[in-house]
């Protein structure tokens, strides 16, 4: 998965039909801003469902378009298609960030997503505050219950989905122990 956004992230993939390689996913309005994580509930547009938590997932450092839909299926208005994050506020938060600020991850910053802490669909601002970088891994879980924040001075604290915070031991280095005999 990671080479796969990768290759794509460097955007230099062949152009097919003048569109770049893409994923249409489908959702309600109320399923992407809700926080169901729910089976099956956004569809991939070739007989293929995902749940509401991941299409959020997809659509959060993504190109959006926005389509709404009557009743009988018939397009009613076409919004412009936007990217979510900008590259350059993306390159700010890289060099805020580093890498993955998930506890205990040290992946670099172009293997991560940028992430909204407060999803845009809930009204989250585009902006460093609002922002934070995750490997795919971790982008994963805090969309299905994990949870991230920023304190005051910088520092990340991350969150199991029960509340209680991931605490982790400082990194020790190890040398060789040597014996003598005696």
Do not use: Y
């Not at 990671?2 to 097919?16: F, K, M, S, V, Y």
């Not at 009613?76 to 590259?87: E, I």
């Not at 605490?167 to 190890?174: A, E, K, N, S």
Request: one cysteine or more; a neutral charge; glycine letters at 8%.
């Amino acid at each position: 998965m990671q080479l796969c956004d990768n290759q794509l992230a460097a955007g230099t993939l062949p152009i097919l039909r003048t569109v770049k390689p893409h994923v249409v996913v489908t959702i309600p309005l109320e399923e992407l801003v809700g926080s169901d994580t729910s089976p099956a509930t956004a569809d991939l547009g070739f007989g293929a469902t995902i749940s509401a938590a991941r299409a959020r997932w997809l659509a959060c450092d993504g190109n959006v378009t926005r389509i709404v839909v009557g009743p009988e299926g018939q397009p009613l208005d076409l919004g412009r298609s936007h990217r979510v994050v900008p590259h350059s506020l993306r390159r700010v938060i890289e060099h805020r960030d580093r890498h993955c600020v998930f506890a205990g991850c040290d992946a670099p910053s172009h293997w991560c997503d940028v992430h909204h802490l407060v999803h845009w669909a809930h009204g989250g601002e585009t902006e460093p505050d609002n922002l934070a970088l995750l490997c795919e891994r971790h982008h994963t879980k805090v969309h299905h219950g994990f949870r991230i924040e920023r304190l005051p001075d910088g520092r990340w604290r991350t969150f199991r989905p029960d509340g209680t915070e991931i605490l982790l031991l400082p990194r020790i280095l190890t040398e060789p122990v040597t014996t003598r005999a005696g």
